[in-house]
């Protein structure tokens, strides 16, 4: 079953222009992941929250958590055409398997 | 290795045949996870090995699927009498293990095909 919920399903912006993908899940989670897919084959790990921290950094991307939402966002800031891929969130349990979702496509127009 | 290696990377198989699917972690990563994505769709959960722990089977979808992972290295999921619901991309991952705080590191998977 899918825990993690990525809204919107697709985005369009302009190159330059910030993305913001959203994450809700169901049950308590001991950390938050997103990846990103390009071409359909292999994920890539982007970012990774735990359950106790709020926020964090990592170049242009920013991810907030809100567990008392179930909710997470990922923000891109000054997309390139390069960042269009599929971005996925995903949860770990207390069982050390991650739940995915189905994933949010991002297009970046040049 | 440098990553995760699946191979092969393409198989195409007649309904009914079985097929094997191989993956080698990273070496030293404890935890190996088989997942499966069908087109347009999320991650599903297959299976997660951790050290010589027993694995939790918990995902495989019936009991053509199995999984097997040797001297705590190299995992080979095996498929038999293969059905068309079956096609899929099956993705391999490892980590560090359960220590918290590390994400996945995936292959770039198996595209199955069953005509």
């Known amino acids: 079953s899918q825990q993690g919920e990525e809204d919107p399903q697709a985005l369009s912006i302009q190159e330059g222009e910030n993305a913001t993908m959203n994450c809700s899940y169901k049950t308590s989670i001991n950390n938050l992941q997103w990846y990103r897919q390009n071409s359909g084959r292999g994920l890539v790990h982007l970012i990774l929250?735990?359950?106790?921290?709020r926020e964090k950094h990592s170049g242009r991307l920013r991810v907030t958590l809100d567990t008392s939402k179930k909710s997470s966002s990922l923000l891109i800031t000054a997309s390139r055409a390069a960042d269009t891929a599929s971005y996925f969130c995903a949860t770990r349990g207390s069982n050390y398997k991650l739940t995915f979702g189905k994933g949010t496509l991002l297009t970046v127009n040049p | 290795g440098a990553g995760v290696s699946q191979s092969p990377s393409n198989k195409v198989t007649e309904k009914g045949k079985d097929v094997e699917l191989r993956c080698d972690p990273i070496?030293?990563?404890?935890?190996l996870y088989w997942y499966r994505q069908s087109l347009g769709q999320g991650l599903e959960f297959l299976i997660y090995f951790q050290g010589n722990s027993a694995p939790d089977k918990s995902g495989l979808p019936s009991d053509r699927f199995s999984a097997e992972r040797t001297g705590g290295s190299v995992s080979t999921l095996t498929i038999q009498r293969t059905q068309q619901e079956d096609s899929a991309v099956y993705l391999c991952?490892?980590?560090?293990?359960?220590?918290?705080?590390?994400?996945?590191?995936f292959g770039s998977g198996t595209r199955l095909t069953v005509v």
């Open positions: 991952a490892s980590s560090l293990g359960q220590t918290d705080g590390y994400g996945y590191t």
């Open positions: 070496s030293g990563h404890t935890a």
């Open positions: 929250i735990r359950s106790n921290e």
